[in-house]
């Protein structure tokens, strides 16, 4: 029951760190071709999608060998 909530405040830290990112730092990046800048705002978008379920199933698998 405690990696429960350990895990669902993990998760929604994650979102919350990862939309403080988008919004005030990602967004305001600027290039003069708009195509080019919404393909790299979009890639970096997915890497950080990628790297916070990473980090999710990161610990999962901890917890779960930790029971086993």
Avoid: Q
């Avoid at 979102?15 to 919004?23: E, P, R, S």
């Avoid at 005030?24 to 790297?51: D, F, G, P, T």
């Amino acid at each position: 029951m405690l990696f429960l909530l350990f895990y669902i405040t993990i998760l929604w830290v994650l979102i919350l760190i990862g939309g403080f990112i988008m919004v005030n730092i990602i967004a305001k990046i600027e290039l003069a071709n708009k195509y080019l800048e919404s393909i790299s705002k979009a890639v970096i978008a997915i890497a950080m999608s990628i790297a916070w379920i990473a980090i999710m199933v990161i610990l999962r698998n901890i917890y779960i060998k930790r029971i086993m």
